[in-house]
């Protein structure tokens, strides 16, 4: 792939847990990085949201809050189901 030609992908990972199963799914394209790793943050403060409301905190879709993070990856911990992982990630994809 030519250097000037660079895809890059973000990428949603839930680990699964109990009886759930485990996916993962691409949630957008760019030639442009950074546009990808702005989205991520904007994600990822969508998924660490907390509610005070009881039947919400089980929720999986949010009250997580960063585990690890690195450059271009970061691993959500969920609040409440502590063995609950998810993950996004940008990372560069080959265009064919």
Known sequence: M???NKMYA????????DD??????????SSDKQKL???MERCIDEDCRTSEDEDEMWEDDHNYS???????????QHNTRTNLYTNYKVHEVEVL
């Open 20 to 29: 759930n199963q485990p996916y993962a799914v691409t949630l957008a394209v």
């Open 37 to 39: 790793l702005d989205e």
């Open 10 to 17: 973000l990428t949603y990972c839930y680990e699964g847990v």
């Open 2 to 4: 030519k250097e000037d």
């Open 66 to 76: 960063v585990w690890k993070s690195y450059d271009d990856e970061v691993y959500l």
